[in-house]
C-alpha cells in the first residue's frame, strides 16, 4: 500500500471523530517534507499525455502539486489537524512558478497548513505547497480546502430562503451562477474512464473520481473529473509559450472551482486575455486567470 493510500485509510478512520467549526480549533505546525530527488520519467510521461502537455523537457506549472499532494494528505489526515478530510471541497488554488523548472531538477518540497478561515458555509483551510531547489525558493501553491457545517451565518429557522444560485452550490453535482460567458476556443470530450486514467498518474485516486458507484456514496449522482486535471488541461491548452516568437511563459494561475464536472461528457474551454473558464451547457465548472513572463 502506497504512502497516498495509507492516508487514505487514515483518513477514514478519523475524520468521524473531528468535528468542523470547533471553537478555538488551530492548525498543526507541523511541516511535511520530501527530501531532494528527481523526477520520476514514467508518471510524468503519463500525467502529460492525460492532460494535453507537449513542452519538451519542461516540468508543467501544475506538476509540483502532484508531487506535493501524497505531503499534503499526511498533513490532512494527522490527528493534530482540526478538520475531517473525508467531505473537504478544494474550492480554489494559486500557482507561481519562479523560474522555468526541469524534469531533472532536484526538487524539495514543503507542504504546511497556513490558516483557518470563517468561510459561509462552514471553515476553509489554505495549504500551502512549497519547492526549492538547492535551497532557493522556486515554486509554490496556495490551495483553498472548505469543510461544509453549520455557521452562525447560516440561516435561522423561520427566516427567508437563500437565493436559488446560493442554494444550488450547496449541493453535489449542482449548477452554479452564470458567469459572464468567454469567447469558445475549443470543446472537450471527457470519456468515462478519465479520472481514473488521472488517478493512475497522479496518484489521487480520491473515490468520488473512479466510478458512480463510489461516488454516489458521497452525494454525486456519477463520478466527477479531477480539480487539478481540469487546471492542468486549461493550461496545456493555453500552451507553454516557449517557442520563438510566441506568448511568454506561464508564470502563475488562480483557479476557482465553482462546479464538478461529471463524467463522461462534454465541456468548453473558453478564453480571453489573461481569463479562461470551463464550462457545460447549463453552468460554469471553473473560472481562473494567468499571467505570462514578458
Partial sequence: MTGLSLSLVRGAVTSPFKHAGRPGATLPATRETLPAGRVAPGPLAA?????????????????????????????????????????????????????ELHPADALELTVYAEEL???????????????????????????????????????????????AGERAQDAPGSASPQAEELPAV????LPADLGRRYGAASGDRNPIHLHPVTARLFGFPRHIAHGMWTVARCLAEAGSGTDAGGPGRIRSVRADFKAPVLLPSTVTYAAEGAAFQVRGHSRVHLTGSMAREG
Fill in 186 to 189: 475549443t470543446e472537450w470530450r
Fill in 117 to 163: 478561515t470563517p468561510h459561509r458555509r462552514g471553515t476553509e483551510v489554505t495549504v500551502v505547497t512549497e519547492a526549492r531547489l538547492a535551497g532557493e525558493l522556486v515554486w509554490e501553491s496556495r490551495s483553498g480546502y472548505l469543510s461544509r457545517h453549520a455557521t452562525r451565518t447560516q440561516e435561522a429557522p423561520g427566516s427567508p430562503p437563500p437565493p
Fill in 47 to 99: 500525467y502529460n499525455e492525460i492532460c494535453g502537455f507537449t513542452g519538451p523537457g519542461t516540468l508543467p506549472l501544475t506538476y509540483p502539486h502532484v508531487l506535493g499532494f501524497p505531503l499534503a494528505m499526511r498533513l490532512m489526515t494527522g490527528r493534530d489537524f482540526p478538520l475531517p478530510v473525508l467531505g473537504l471541497v478544494h474550492t480554489w488554488i494559486e500557482i507561481t512558478g519562479h523560474r
